[in-house]
């Protein structure tokens, strides 16, 4: 077997099958193997005429395909089946070989990998690949980590195959060592969860109170998508919305379950906040909604709970509102993106990363789920000042907040009046204004905990910490 494919990709199913067509359609030589065969045969009778495959049938054979340093791609489910390839193929490289994993693995189990396989001077190379199959196929944005010898082999090759941003850039950075790009990945899925959120809730509130059906709401997000909310998800959003059913004729929307389901990526990146201290209430709020969504016993227990049901607004007033809703929406997904990219930060201090928050908004500016005109003035935002505390210290973002107070909370009113739930929204309106009150009930919670646990507490006026004998005659005493 000649050693000349310059990649090699395990596991051919949608995501690694697209992958393999992207890098052999880009001029590369690709090795193909997959655990059944007959996958790698296929896939080069119905492509092989877009490049150069060598489709291989053993793990030795998939290896002695490869020219020196070998990179070879695992695109195989997250979790068990990945540590099994690795196992499979470790044995069978030499130093300075890189593995790249392609799936939506947890970071810590890349940073494991990378940290095992290291010791054997092979590369490990955790890679957030965002886009779906029609991204890995045409150009996804693409979240490596890893080492920096093993991006100077493989980056050129993941520029050549990434989406463009608008500026004809590649979508695709090195994020920073071991785990960092499936920390990003992770991220990226989080504000995913947030921005499908709020843009549901605007959907929902257009249906309900503003009495829109799914088709006129499929037109006002075209409309939204040619302005500052210009995005993927808006525009798909447009599309679901306007699809109807073939079999019932009715509203595509209408006839789908509301149970929404998660594979975990979101569900991650909440639980990695917790740990981080990072409030990211909107991704959380995301989290939950979809759970909560799932739990049809108890909802069906619950629909007859007292509370209002909302009556549509006239058509006079309806345009009025659906003006507030993006206003809404829009400073809502300030805020989700503000919590994401503190989450970044966090991680990249706590990992001493070192990510650069205006190159990662950069790469997201194409190719993956979150892709939008917005993630353009992000990256200028983080360029421009890169220590920057927070999205809303952006003088920019500042004043389209400023903006659309009003209406964010006109929105939040009429939401809960008229009892159609805006977690989203709601959690965003919080963060911000927590953000900027001047105190907080926390030094409530501070003298409650030491009441009751003697767990001290700080004063405003002087340094030290202190403990109240709240049994006894109520004098402080420092600790
Ligand atoms: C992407 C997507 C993808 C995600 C699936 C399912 O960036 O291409 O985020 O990685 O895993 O869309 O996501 P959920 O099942 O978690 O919604």
Redesign the pocket.
């Known amino acids: 077997m000649s050693n000349s494919a310059q990649i090699g990709v395990t596991g051919l199913a949608v995501m690694g099958r697209n992958l393999a067509r992207n890098f052999a359609r880009n001029g590369y030589t690709v090795a193909l193997h997959n655990r059944t065969s007959a996958r790698t045969h296929a896939l080069v009778e119905e492509f092989g005429h877009e490049g150069d495959f060598v489709a291989t049938e053993t793990a030795k054979e998939f290896v002695e395909a490869l020219e020196r340093p070998r990179r070879l791609m695992i695109m195989v489910k997250a979790g068990e089946p990945t540590d099994a390839v690795i196992q499979e193929f470790a044995p069978l490289l030499e130093s300075g070989d890189m593995i790249i994993d392609g799936g939506?693995a947890h970071f810590e189990d890349t940073r494991r990998r990378e940290h095992d396989l290291r010791g054997q001077g092979i590369h490990f190379v955790g890679t957030?690949?965002?886009?779906?199959e029609e991204?890995a196929l045409n150009g996804?944005?693409i979240m490596p980590g890893g080492s920096k010898e093993s991006y100077a082999s493989l980056g050129p090759m993941l520029e050549k195959i990434s989406a463009k941003a608008p500026d004809g850039s590649p979508c695709v950075t090195h994020c920073g060592p071991d785990g960092a790009g499936h920390f990003v990945?992770m991220v990226?899925?989080g504000i995913?969860?947030a921005d499908?959120q709020l843009i549901g809730e605007a959907y929902q509130l257009l249906r309900d109170v503003a009495g829109y059906s799914p088709a006129q709401i499929a037109d006002i997000f075209r409309t939204w998508n040619t302005g500052r909310l210009d995005s993927y998800l808006i525009e798909i959003t447009a599309e679901v919305l306007s699809h109807v059913d073939a079999a019932t004729g009715k509203p595509f929307v209408d006839v789908v379950q509301d149970r929404?389901?998660?594979?975990?990526?979101?569900?991650w990146t909440v639980q990695i906040a917790l740990d981080l201290g990072v409030p990211v209430s909107g991704i959380a709020e995301a989290v939950f909604a979809?759970s909560l969504s799932g739990h049809a016993d108890l909802r069906a227990a619950s629909r007859e709970l007292a509370g209002p049901k909302a009556k549509p607004l006239g058509e006079s007033e309806a345009g009025a509102f659906a003006d507030r809703v993006e206003q809404a929406l829009y400073a809502s997904k300030i805020v989700s993106y503000t919590q994401g990219f503190h989450e970044i930060s966090a991680g990249s201090d706590q990992y001493d990363w070192d990510i650069d928050l205006g190159a990662i908004s950069a790469i997201w500016r194409g190719g993956?789920?979150?892709r939008a005109a917005f993630l353009d003035r992000i990256r200028a935002a983080y360029d421009a000042r890169p220590d920057l505390p927070s999205l809303l210290s952006d003088e920019t973002f500042a004043q389209e907040i400023a903006a659309a107070q009003d209406d964010w909370r006109e929105v939040l009113v009429a939401a809960t009046r008229q009892g159609v739930p805006a977690p989203g929204f709601s959690a965003a309106l919080a963060y911000y204004d927590a953000l900027r009150a001047d105190r907080l009930p926390a030094a409530l919670t501070q003298g409650q905990r030491d009441f009751f646990g003697a767990h001290t507490y700080r004063r405003v006026d002087r340094e030290g910490s202190f403990h109240t004998l709240w049994g006894g005659d109520r004098s402080e005493v420092e600790a």
Do not use: D, F, L
């Open positions: 939506n957030g690949v965002s886009g779906g991204g996804p944005s990945k990226h899925n995913e969860y499908m929404a389901e998660q594979k975990g990526t979101g569900r979809r993956c789920i979150i």
